[in-house]
């Protein structure tokens, strides 16, 4: 009543408030906006909002902003309720201004998030592309791929190992199994432990987590089964070591310092660990081969290592060795795209540099 | 049907967490959380897996009597006071959790062991990093000679005296190059080549005032911010959209049972 009063008189500043349910949400979300004036900014010391569940019931607390904002999202409401929202700036520990929703708002979930219409289009697209190129590897087995330097030295990393009778120690970082690089990483495992296999080799695989270790103990048995020498296979080779980032590379330098390994294999997802394994790897002087996504870790490991798998290269990677034409047909699809995607890019930074086509490229690609 | 129904599974949750991303109507809104979830239900588990491993694994070596045995009693001693002591404080005090930063003894052992340790690994990087340079930025051919340019003014840019040092850095780099160029003019007989040569020796001698003395004094830090904004993050964003693509082809493959070897 006395905010009634005091608008009355003229001494408070009126806001126009308006509020709308949260776009492209699961729900239970409103979105309250209003307008402050320029010259108010310096003076605003608190900003209400408050919320009625209807028109004259009274009202109630909901946030206290201390900085000049002009949105707030209400993500407390119930849906199918409609809401009326208020909002109070003080300054000086004055009220200067005051403003009410004219109209209730009511919350509910949509079917589609239309933000990221653009993603479904480049993901069918896409899929387009990579479903073609593996039908057409069902009948075109020849499918070229280009050398992958780092995945062709596997063989001789395994076998300069085995020559000067050391073990192989493959590292997977500090992935989980749900991390794609975690899967690819496992790829290379398979081919590690067939090629070790023939050669009689030992490879050791410290993990980082209980279910990584589970899913490489089991590809490096298929690995040596696969080379006709489950005999050999020793599961406790593979074995977990601790969850703990600098835990497991102090553990991981450790087994590299006592039992010199001839080769080792830094294939995964690293973080700031990556350069003390890679540094203390070429310390003991063994052939060194790595592959991560991470973009932060990969000069470390291109200065560091004899041979490195640069992003994509890691996720060829079980393709590549297997050869199965399937696979390679997603290899040669993604080639393509990634074609395409250079073009709009090249022809994005043309459009936007020469202000050609109302930015609708820039448009199209902005989610967020 | 060993192989068949975990494809169907994971067929059947690929599907539905791509749904998910596009649909935020309940109940595929909130499936990626219900399934992050299960995750974290099934890993907590696997835990009892991870501790089997790591005892039976140092058992082992305590056993044969290894050389590093001494290493794995540490471990395992370690291993059992910690967990002894938790047990301990759970039965004497219920109220505090043995892993919380109230218990006494928990946070005895991580401010004084577990923190110093993890903080003297962290810092050895510095270390590494400083050898690592090394090796990568000697100047044996043209790439990695333009790698050691770029990060001599990238570090120039970002220390508090660079600006000053600025000029005599690249004083001391252009001079370098400029008796490069002309030691090797001496060795070529062809005169075109040469007088090449000795004109590049002599732009880079031209260049030490102007570039040294007048623009990277002044600018040097936004030259540094420049090449970390442009051409370094040009090819890191090339390197970001491949592994995007390649991570959605990876998925793709994992979906539809091209690729399996997470399974056995």
């Given amino acids: ?368 | 049907m060993k192989k068949e129904i975990p494809l169907a599974i994971t067929f059947i949750s690929g599907v539905l967490l791509v749904l998910a991303l596009f649909i935020p109507h309940k109940p595929f809104g909130n499936l990626e959380e219900i399934f992050n979830d299960w995750y974290i239900i099934v890993s907590g588990f696997t835990f009892l897996l991870g501790i089997d491993s790591l005892l039976g694994y140092n058992f082992g070596k305590l056993k044969r009597k290894e050389k590093d045995a001494p290493y794995a009693l540490v471990l395992i001693l370690s291993f059992f006071i910690t967990l002894t002591w938790g047990i301990v404080e759970i039965v004497r005090t219920p109220e505090h959790n043995p892993f919380g930063p109230t218990s006494t003894f928990s946070l005895y052992f991580y401010n004084s062991i577990f923190i110093p340790l993890q903080a003297t690994m962290f810092a050895i990087l510095s270390f590494f990093i400083a050898s690592a340079a090394y090796r990568a930025f000697r100047a044996k051919e043209i790439n990695s000679a333009l790698l050691l340019v770029s990060a001599v003014l990238v570090m120039l840019g970002r220390i508090p005296l660079g600006q000053s040092a600025a000029p005599y850095v690249i004083t001391v780099i252009f001079l370098i190059f400029a008796v490069y160029f002309f030691a090797e003019s001496a060795g070529v007989t062809e005169p075109k080549i040469k007088i090449a040569y000795i004109l590049v020796a002599l732009i880079f001698v031209a260049l030490i005032y102007p570039l040294g003395f007048v623009y990277f004094r002044q600018h040097i830090p936004e030259f540094a911010d420049w090449i970390m904004n442009v051409p370094q993050m040009a090819g890191k964003r090339g390197i970001m959209i491949g592994i995007a693509l390649g991570g959605i082809a990876m998925s793709i493959r994992i979906i539809l049972g091209i690729e399996r070897t997470y399974m056995k």
């Fill in chain 1, 1 to 368: 009543m006395k905010l009634i009063f005091l608008l009355l008189l003229g001494q408070i500043t009126p806001i126009v408030v308006k509020a709308v349910d949260t776009p492209y949400d699961a729900g239970g979300s409103i979105t309250v906006t209003w307008e402050l004036d320029s010259t108010w900014l310096g003076k605003i010391g608190r900003i209400e909002i408050y919320r009625y569940s209807s028109a004259g019931v009274s009202d109630s607390l909901v946030e206290t902003l201390y900085k000049p904002d002009t949105i707030y999202v209400d993500n407390a409401t119930e849906d199918n309720i409609p809401y009326f929202y208020g909002v109070v700036v003080y300054a000086d520990g004055e009220i200067f201004g005051e403003g009410r929703t004219t109209e209730p708002a009511v919350s509910s979930q949509q079917w589609f998030n239309r933000k990221r219409l653009s993603v479904l289009i480049i993901l069918l697209v896409y899929t387009i592309f990579l479903m073609y190129f593996i039908m057409r590897a069902r009948f075109d087995k020849n499918l070229f791929i280009r050398k992958i330097a780092g995945l062709e030295a596997i063989d001789e990393a395994v076998g300069r190992s085995t020559e000067m009778g050391r073990p192989i120690l493959y590292v997977m970082g500090l992935g989980y199994i749900s991390d794609i690089p975690t899967v690819a990483s496992l790829a290379i495992l398979k081919r590690v432990a067939f090629k070790a296999a023939e050669y009689n080799a030992q490879v050791i695989v410290p993990c980082f987590d209980p279910i990584v270790m589970v899913a490489a103990q089991e590809t490096v048995r298929e690995g040596f089964i696969e080379a006709g020498r489950p005999d050999l296979y020793n599961e406790s080779d593979i074995y977990y070591l601790t969850s703990d980032q600098f835990g497991y590379a102090a553990g991981v330098d450790g087994i590299m310092v006592r039992q010199k390994p001839g080769a080792v294999f830094l294939q995964g997802y690293f973080f700031a660990e990556a350069l003390i394994l890679a540094e203390t790897g070429h310390s003991i002087g063994a052939i060194q081969i790595s592959g991560t996504t991470a973009v932060t870790q990969l000069p470390f490991f291109i200065a560091s290592t004899d041979y490195t798998l640069i992003g994509e290269e890691m996720y060829a990677a079980s393709a590549y060795l297997s050869r199965d034409p399937l696979s390679l047909g997603t290899i040669k699809g993604e080639d393509y795209i990634k074609m395409i995607l250079a073009i709009i890019i090249l022809l994005g930074a043309l459009m936007e540099t020469f202000s050609i086509g109302n930015h609708i490229l820039r448009d199209f690609f902005s989610i967020f």
